[in-house]
């Protein structure tokens, strides 16, 4: 028989009668007999199933295997945050104790120099904390991001590193608005940074104005642009590779931007700069603002300008003891009493007991946690104020929060001001 005339190749499922699937391979051809000219179709069937069950395992596994990536990450952030608390806390007070010493008189030279440097230390160490908290939150941000997207997007860019870019502002000296500085701060700053990297050797403009839209800020440059195929992903990005020769990065700046932009229920949009070169564009619903009023200052900054509550009392519950010691200088000033307790029952006993003004709760705690104890506590006094603290991210706790209201939920690390500003703006809203 000769071949050769014709062959074909298909996969097939089979259903069997007791409900069972096999995986079949088949492979034929067609044949003609050599001495009577009659075609024949010869073939063979392999049976795959158990390939195919071995490949779906895998894709099961390397899913399984991302999912408990993302947990890790997830826990790792966690216990990160609560020494995170104790750093931001402490440099805080010793901030402010130094503040102290140095304002009384200074005849030790020597003194005031080492009390200048121990300043200059626990201002490092303050800064140096929160830029930690920062990259953390890039890091939650980023993950969000791509546990979201359809896909990851890979991409190849020809770009090198930027050198001898100079910085032009086009920004009224009278421009004031109220809005969250801390997120508009870290947008800007990714903004400005890929432009920085992105231009070689040329000019980066930055502008700003209030209109009805709102605050709207443009970062132009006129570096490599924006590579055509990959302006359709530009804010989903989750890697980035390059040859060799070229800079590489992580992809993750602007998916952080876009992340940033909708918290602040804003928009941000981009277009190429003629000739060359691209143009951001961030807009921010927002209200101006009067200089130097209350919400035109950085919640993450240290202050010594404390609102005054010393009339009231304040229970606080942290199972973590360094967290409630943090917490305690952070409000002693300012309270007449602060009452720290370690779980949710103490703090429930605490606050009948004081008939507290505020509540602070850390949400996971032993014994029991910060959300059962707020629940009881509700129970008793429906306009009480609570705070819960905590580091687990996600929006799972937000609508939880949000039916117990008065309430409000801040993500660890918390600054003294930020406390401070959040039981203020409680106090108002309650004249």
């Known amino acids: 028989m000769s071949a050769g005339e014709g062959s074909f190749y298909s996969d097939w499922r089979v259903l069997q009668p007791d409900g069972s699937t096999i995986h079949l391979k088949c492979r034929a051809e067609v044949c003609t007999s050599e001495s009577s000219g009659e075609k024949h179709?010869?073939?063979?069937?392999?049976?795959?199933?158990?390939?195919?069950?071995?490949?779906?395992?895998?894709?099961?596994?390397?899913?399984?295997?991302?999912?408990?990536?993302?947990?890790?990450?997830?826990?790792?952030?966690?216990?990160?945050?609560?020494?995170?608390?104790?750093?931001?806390?402490c440099a805080e007070t010793q901030l402010l104790l130094l503040e102290k010493v140095m304002g009384s008189s200074k005849t030790d030279d020597d003194m005031a120099n080492i009390m200048a440097d121990l300043k200059s230390l626990a201002s490092d160490i303050h800064a140096c904390a929160n830029h930690q908290a920062c990259v953390i939150t890039d890091l939650l941000d980023f993950e969000r991001e791509i546990s979201d997207a359809p896909q990851p997007v890979c991409c190849a860019t020809n770009i090198t590193h930027a050198h001898n870019t100079s910085l032009v502002l086009h920004i009224p000296k009278q421009l004031w608005v109220s809005t969250d500085v801390r997120l508009t701060k870290?947008?800007?700053?990714?903004?400005?940074?890929?432009?920085?990297?992105?231009?070689?050797?040329?000019?980066?403009?930055?502008?700003?104005?209030?209109?009805?839209?709102?605050?709207?800020?443009?970062?132009?440059?006129?570096?490599?642009?924006?590579?055509?195929?990959?302006?359709?992903?530009?804010?989903?990005?989750?890697?980035?590779?390059?040859?060799?020769?070229?800079?590489?990065?992580?992809?993750?700046?602007?998916?952080?931007?876009?992340?940033?932009?909708?918290?602040?229920?804003?928009?941000?949009?981009?277009?190429?700069?003629?000739?060359?070169?691209?143009?951001?564009?961030?807009?921010?619903?927002?209200?101006?603002?009067?200089?130097?009023?209350?919400?035109?200052?950085?919640?993450?900054?240290?202050?010594?300008?404390?609102?005054?509550f010393s009339e009231l009392d304040i229970v606080v519950a942290d199972d973590n003891i360094v967290n409630r010691k943090v917490l305690s200088r952070m409000l002693q000033a300012s309270f007449r009493q602060v009452i720290v307790v370690e779980d949710g029952a103490l703090a429930i006993a605490a606050f009948k007991s004081n008939n507290a003004s505020f509540v602070i709760l850390d949400v996971h705690m032993p014994i029991m946690d910060g959300l059962k104890a707020a629940s009881i506590i509700r129970k008793a006094d429906a306009s009480v104020p609570i705070i819960f603290l905590t580091g687990e991210i996600g929006d799972s706790l937000v609508d939880v929060v949000k039916a117990m209201a008065p309430a409000q939920l801040l993500l660890k690390p918390v600054s003294k001001s930020k406390l401070l500003h959040e039981l203020k703006q409680f106090r108002l809203h309650n004249k």
């Open 186 to 308: 870290r947008i800007m700053i990714n903004l400005v940074s890929n432009a920085v990297k992105f231009t070689d050797n040329g000019t980066i403009h930055i502008s700003a104005q209030h209109n009805s839209d709102g605050l709207t800020m443009e970062v132009s440059d006129n570096g490599c642009g924006i590579p055509d195929d990959f302006k359709k992903n530009i804010f989903h990005v989750t890697g980035c590779t390059s040859q060799s020769e070229y800079i590489t990065g992580s992809g993750l700046g602007l998916c952080i931007v876009k992340q940033l932009t909708n918290s602040l229920g804003g928009t941000i949009s981009f277009k190429d700069n003629k000739p060359k070169g691209t143009v951001f564009t961030l807009v921010v619903p927002c209200e101006p603002s009067l200089p130097g009023s209350p919400d035109m200052a950085s919640k993450d900054s240290w202050t010594s300008d404390d609102p005054c």
């Open 41 to 89: 179709l010869v073939g063979i069937c392999l049976d795959i199933s158990e390939t195919v069950r071995l490949s779906r395992d895998i894709v099961e596994a390397e899913r399984h295997s991302e999912s408990r990536l993302f947990q890790l990450i997830r826990t790792t952030c966690h216990e990160i945050r609560n020494p995170l608390q104790g750093m931001i806390g």
